[in-house]
T-cell receptor, first 115, second 113 residues
């Protein structure tokens, strides 16, 4: 079974600084998708960035980028120039391409941004 | 755009009572999901449905049943609620193209006393 592990329950970053959130996953599949979602206090789930496993180039969306290491099964999220609005819970997620579109999430990391 | 609509938003149940959480999406998505969110445990998959007429167990299916009534609707039923089922429940939907994002409802906060 696919599992997603986020080993940092909570992280803090100073406004305008850079922070990296960690995610590892376990799978025997060769093709899959990985996602980072943001959940602010409103409980709304917002897609931050996505990465397809067979693409070697790391995805980037404005201040958000990933470091995808397929062999190590690692998928970290880097937030540059952190802003107060980045404060939220961040979830790493794995989507199977072979198990009926199963979408599995990690336990989440609470990100606090200090002004 | 309504997106994914969950009802109710809040519910208090007594132990042993039953209830059904409703979910409907208007985006013509094939895949639908039910999750529960508990502090420190993230979003755990209860059941999912890759298409109308099919359902599969997720990580924590015990104590729950689901029905994919049609392409739009995917309901979650608690036959005999237990305090351990106190949680926030989310419904989500997505296209079957694997790279597409999932869209989530606003969540249902369920308390079982």
């Amino acid at each position: 079974a696919q599992t997603v592990t986020q080993s940092q329950p909570e992280m803090s970053v100073q406004e305008a600084e850079t922070v990296t959130l960690s995610c590892t996953y376990d799978t025997s599949e060769s093709d899959y998708y990985l996602f980072w979602y943001k959940q602010p206090p409103s409980r709304q789930m917002i897609l931050v960035i996505r990465q397809e496993a067979y693409k070697q180039q790391n995805a980037t969306e404005n201040r958000f980028s990933v470091n995808f290491q397929k062999a190590a099964k690692s998928f970290s999220l880097k937030i540059s120039d952190s802003q107060l609005g980045d404060a939220a819970m961040y979830f790493c997620a794995y989507r199977s391409t072979q198990s009926g579109n199963k979408l599995v999430f990690g336990a989440g990391t609470i990100l606090r941004v200090k002004s | 755009n309504a997106g994914v609509t969950q009802t109710p938003k809040f519910q208090v149940l007594k132990t042993g009572q039953s209830m059904t959480l409703q979910c409907a999406q208007d985006m013509n998505h094939n895949s639908m999901y039910w999750y529960r969110q508990d502090p420190g445990m993230g979003l755990r998959l209860i059941y999912y449905s890759a298409s109308e007429g099919t359902t599969d167990k997720g990580e924590v299916p015990n104590g729950y049943n689901v029905s994919r009534l049609n392409k739009r609707e995917f309901s979650l039923r608690l036959e005999s609620a237990a305090p351990s089922q106190t949680s926030v429940y989310f419904c989500a939907s997505s296209e079957n193209s694997w790279g597409t994002e999932a869209f989530f409802g606003q969540g249902t906060r369920l308390t079982v006393v």
